[in-house]
Nanobody, 121 residues
Framework: VQLQASGGGLVQDGGSLRLSCTAS??????MGWFRQAPGKEREFVAA????????YYGDSVKGRFTISRDNVKNTEYLQMNSLKPEDTAVYYC?????????????????WGQGTLVTVSS
């Protein structure tokens, strides 16, 4: 089982990026995104359950980020709009085999390698 994240990069304040995470080896009930800035704990960003009818967001990204998934491609996406310098972090995709949608990193079963997002002011 492998999760492959991509799409990070450098963007200016107010810009947009879209992250992708493709799972191989199996499908997952719940997929999510976390981020970790230097010197900080890993933070819940968003999660999606099932075919996409249920989505969840961290307070700091609500209204700016949108999570979605394509079950045919076994891929989740994170559309990030109105980016701010404080969004700068390594973004990790995560997946869970059950229908529970936790906001704690330790509750997820599989992780991608991380992709760096840098927002310049």
């Amino acid at each position: 089982v492998q999760l492959q994240a991509s799409g990070g990069g450098l963007v200016q304040d107010g810009g947009s990026l879209r992250l992708s995470c493709t799972a191989s080896g199996r499908t997952f009930s719940t997929m999510g995104w976390f981020r970790q800035a230097p010197g900080k704990e890993r933070e819940f960003v968003a999660a999606i359950r099932g075919s996409g009818g249920s989505t969840y967001y961290g307070d700091s990204v609500k209204g700016r980020f949108t999570i979605s998934r394509d079950n045919v491609k076994n891929t989740e996406y994170l559309q990030m709009n109105s980016l701010k310098p404080e969004d700068t972090a390594v973004y990790y995709c995560a997946a869970k085999t059950s229908w529970v949608v936790p906001r704690i990193p330790a509750e997820y079963d599989y992780w991608g390698q991380g992709t760096l997002v840098t927002v310049s002011s």
